[in-house]
């Protein structure tokens, strides 16, 4: 007799799961497929059938979507279940602003060594996007985009700044994953060679440009999606035709 695919086949099962890790794990495994969108914005989450994928108790998946809702990732609703939350706009925009100010930060701080290594580090991530792109892997381009601009931050070596990012990531993540085609392939490529070419020159002034210029675009294609799809955002019906949604420049 032939069995039913499990609705949750796209969770990876953890490898060794000890005690202290399971949590941790399952956390992990959701918060994965959530920010890839292989659980959709407004779905309802059974949690049964998580634990049969995952071959654990409910209780490590409770405490993991408890987790989750402290970041904005899921609801729960007494008497009523736990889903996938909507992408809040409201959030991503302050979280970008916050993007915008402390990667501009860490530009100059870059600029300022020019660091052999992380130039080098650069050079390599701006050959593997275009690798990709040229695949069409938007989800490896995806974990490649990430590390571009992670290689910036730590040229500040502040770990409570990565801390800030990394809690804001997950949101941005979800909200970026929705425009990425293509055409957002190429353009990203170009604004990361412009911020890159900043540093190149040693440019502050145009290295920041660069980097902002960059946050700005991803966001106007946001409003505009979200505008064209309110449904999967919280607060998608706000949104007006007006064009200053984002303090640009």
């Excluded at 999967?232 to 200053?244: E, H, P, Q, W």
């Amino acid at each position: 007799m032939k069995t039913e695919a499990s609705p949750y086949h796209f969770l990876v099962r953890p490898s060794a799961l000890t005690r202290g890790s399971v949590t941790v794990d399952v956390t992990t495994a959701i918060r994965q497929a959530i920010v890839s969108m292989a659980l959709a914005p407004g779905v309802n989450i059974d949690k049964t059938a998580i634990c049969e994928q995952l071959g654990v108790s409910r209780f490590p998946v409770s405490e993991a979507l408890a987790r989750l809702q402290a970041e904005g990732l899921v609801d729960i609703a007494p008497q009523r279940g736990s889903t996938v939350s909507l992408v809040k706009i409201a959030d991503v925009r302050e979280y970008m602003l916050i993007r915008k100010a402390l990667e501009s930060e860490a530009l100059r701080v870059l600029i300022g060594r020019h660091d052999a290594e992380v130039i080098a580090a650069l050079h390599a991530n701006m050959a593997a996007q275009r690798e990709a792109a040229s695949r069409d892997d938007s989800e490896t381009f995806h974990q490649i985009d990430v590390d571009f601009h992670d290689i910036i931050y730590r040229s500040m070596r502040f770990t409570k700044i990565k801390g800030i990012i990394d809690s804001a990531r997950a949101n941005l993540d979800r909200a970026r994953r929705l425009i990425i085609t293509p055409r957002r392939l190429a353009l990203t490529i170009a604004e990361h060679q412009a911020i890159f070419d900043g540093i190149l020159a040693a440019n502050q002034d145009q290295a920041t440009r660069a980097i902002r210029a960059h946050i700005d675009a991803v966001m106007v294609e946001l409003f505009a999606f979200a505008r064209e799809h309110p449904g999967l955002f919280a607060d998608g019906d706000t949104l007006g035709s007006d064009s200053d949604s984002f303090p640009f420049g």
